[in-house]
């Protein structure tokens, strides 16, 4: 939406398009680092998983049980 706002108004076009080839490759870039990282750390969080299968259960409850105690607490009608 901003390069479209910016795009619209007396904004210099080649400083415009200098600019938001920038961001551009500065958006790519981040993303596609983060992706990756994330991925690897998802990679070694299934690895552990892997060796250690009683967890996943105790995460899985655990996390449930949070979820059950937020919405008893976020919906408890306030007098």
């Given at each position: 939406m901003v390069p479209l706002t910016i795009g619209l108004t007396k904004y210099p076009q080649i400083k415009f398009h200098t600019l938001n080839t920038i961001?551009?490759?500065?958006?790519?870039?981040?993303?596609g680092v983060g992706s990756y990282l994330a991925g690897e750390l998802l990679?070694?969080?299934?690895?552990?998983?892997?060796?250690?299968?009683?967890m996943?259960?105790?995460i899985l409850f655990s996390i449930l049980g949070l979820i059950w105690f937020y919405?008893?607490?976020a919906t408890k009608k306030k007098r």
């Open positions: 961001s551009a490759f500065l958006w790519a870039l981040i993303l990679m070694r969080i299934a690895a552990y998983f892997s060796d250690n299968t009683f996943a259960p105790v919405f008893q607490k």
